[in-house]
C-alpha cells in the first residue's frame, strides 16, 4: 500500500484529490495538509511514501517545501500539482527535487500515474508537458547555488513572508518572534542576498519561481 499525505489549501481541490486517490486500491491518503509549515510537519511525523504538494500553497511556498521534504525525509517522493505548466515553475520544482509534476487541468488518471511512478524511483510529467526540455532545464542548472543556498530555514520563512507584503509586526505574530529579531532576520537575508530594497526582493522571489508575477 502506497501511503500519501496530500497538501493543498482549497479544500474542495483536496477533497477531490482524496477521493480520485483512496479510489484505487494500493493508494492511501494518510495526511491533508492546508500550507506548507503544515505539509513539512506531517511528512515529517508521517514518513508518507508520496507527498502530493500544489506549488502556491500558503504560508511556506511549494519549492520550499520540495527542499526540505528532500532534505529531511529522504523516502519521501514529490508529486507537485499545480495549474502552472510554465517552464519557470516546472524547472524549479525539478530542480529541487520533485519526481513528479502534474497539471491541475489534466485528467485525473494522470496524478494515479505520477503516484505510482514516482514510487518506482521514476520522473512523471503531465504528457503535455515537453520531457525532453524540462529535463535539459533541470539537469543544465541543477548544481547552480546563488544566495538563497546560504539562507537559514528562519529567514527563508521571513523572505516568503516579506515578499508578500507583510511588515515586521506581522511576520512575527506568524513566526512568534519579536519585530526586531524579525529585523535581524531581514536584514541579513537582504545582506546575503546581495539586495537592497522591499522591490529588489520582490523580484528575486518572482524570478527563483517563489511568487506569481
Given amino acids: 500500500m ?4 496530500l497538501a493543498e489549501d482549497h479544500q ?20 491533508e495538509a492546508k500550507d506548507g509549515v503544515e505539509a513539512v510537519t506531517l511528512v515529517k511525523q508521517l514518513s508518507p511514501d508520496v507527498l502530493v504538494l500544489d506549488l502556491m500553497i500558503p504560508r511556506l511556498h511549494g519549492l520550499e517545501v520540495i527542499r526540505q521534504v528532500v532534505a529531511n525525509a529522504k523516502a519521501t517522493k514529490v508529486v507537485v500539482l499545480s495549474m502552472h505548466g510554465e517552464e519557470p515553475f516546472v524547472r524549479g520544482a525539478l530542480q529541487n527535487g520533485a519526481l513528479g509534476y502534474v497539471l491541475k487541468d ?8 505520477a503516484v505510482r511512478a514516482v514510487v518506482g524511483g521514476h520522473r512523471y510529467l503531465t504528457p503535455m508537458l515537453n520531457d525532453l ?16 543556498e546560504k539562507l537559514t530555514h ?26 526586531r529579531t524579525v529585523e535581524t532576520h531581514r536584514s541579513n537575508l537582504m545582506s546575503k542576498l546581495g539586495l537592497s530594497s522591499q522591490t529588489d ?4 522571489v518572482i524570478r527563483k519561481g517563489f511568487l506569481e508575477p
Fill in 2 to 5: 502506497t501511503s500519501i499525505v
Fill in 154 to 179: 528562519r529567514e527563508r520563512l521571513v523572505m516568503h513572508l516579506a515578499s508578500e507584503g507583510l511588515n515586521n509586526a506581522e511576520i512575527g505574530e506568524k513566526l512568534t518572534v519579536s519585530p
Fill in 106 to 113: 489534466c485528467s485525473s488518471e494522470d496524478l494515479v500515474q
Fill in 12 to 31: 474542495i481541490v483536496r477533497q477531490g484529490c482524496k477521493a480520485l486517490l483512496e479510489h484505487e486500491p494500493d493508494l492511501c491518503v494518510i495526511g
Fill in 201 to 204: 526582493l520582490v523580484r528575486f
Fill in 133 to 148: 526540455a524540462i529535463r535539459a532545464f533541470a539537469d543544465s542548472e541543477m548544481s547552480t547555488k546563488d544566495g538563497y
